[in-house]
C-alpha cells in the first residue's frame, strides 16, 4: 500500500484516480502472499515496535471513510465515522475487541501482525489491511478493506 499524503485524507470521494482503483485493486488481490514477503524483509525491530504498539492498554481511536473503491454517495448515512478498539492477547492469538460509535456494532475479531502490517476483519468489513508507519505520531496506522470501499486509520486513545 502506497503511502498517501496527510492532506490526502480530505480528497473528495469521486475524484478521478481509475489508474490508481485499478493498481490498488490488482495489489490487494495478491496481498496474502506480499504478508509472507513483508513479514521476511521487515525488521525485527519494527515487529516488535508494532506488536508493542498495539497492544498499549488505553487502546485506539479509528476513524472511517469512504476509499476510492467506493461509489456510495459521501453524505449517506455510514459513509465515514468514528470509534475505539484495542488489541488484547488472549491465550496465544491477539484478538480486536471493535466498538463502532457510528453504527452501534460491537465485535471481536482475530488480528495477524506481520512485519509492519496489521491484518483483520471488522465488524462488517472484511480483510482490513493496515501498515505501520513509525515516522507518523498523530496516525501510525493506516490502510483500508480488501476491496477498498472504506479507508481507516488510526490514533492513540
Not at 60 to 69: A, P, S, T, V, Y
Not at 76 to 87: L, Q, R, Y
Amino acid at each position: 500500500m502506497g503511502k498517501r499524503p496527510s492532506g490526502d485524507w480530505d480528497r473528495k470521494v469521486g475524484e478521478p484516480d481509475g489508474v490508481r482503483v485499478a493498481v490498488n485493486l490488482a495489489v490487494r488481490v495478491s496481498l496474502a502472499g506480499l504478508i509472507v514477503i513483508a513479514a521476511s524483509t521487515a525488521s525485527a525491530q519494527s515487529g516488535v515496535e508494532l506488536r508493542e504498539l498495539l497492544l498499549r492498554p488505553t487502546g485506539w481511536i479509528f476513524e472511517w471513510r469512504l476509499g476510492l473503491g467506493s461509489n456510495v454517495d459521501p453524505t449517506a448515512p455510514g459513509a465515514s465515522g468514528n470509534g475505539e478498539m484495542m488489541f488484547q492477547v488472549r491465550g496465544g492469538p491477539i484478538i480486536v475487541a471493535i466498538d463502532n460509535k457510528t453504527l452501534g456494532l460491537k465485535c471481536e475479531r482475530p488480528a495477524t501482525l506481520s512485519g509492519t502490517t496489521v491484518l483483520y476483519n471488522g465488524c462488517l468489513d472484511i480483510g482490513i489491511v493496515l501498515q505501520f508507519d513509525p515516522a507518523d505520531r498523530d496516525y501510525p496506522l493506516k490502510g483500508a478493506n480488501a476491496d477498498e470501499h472504506f479507508e481507516y486509520r488510526l490514533k492513540v486513545k
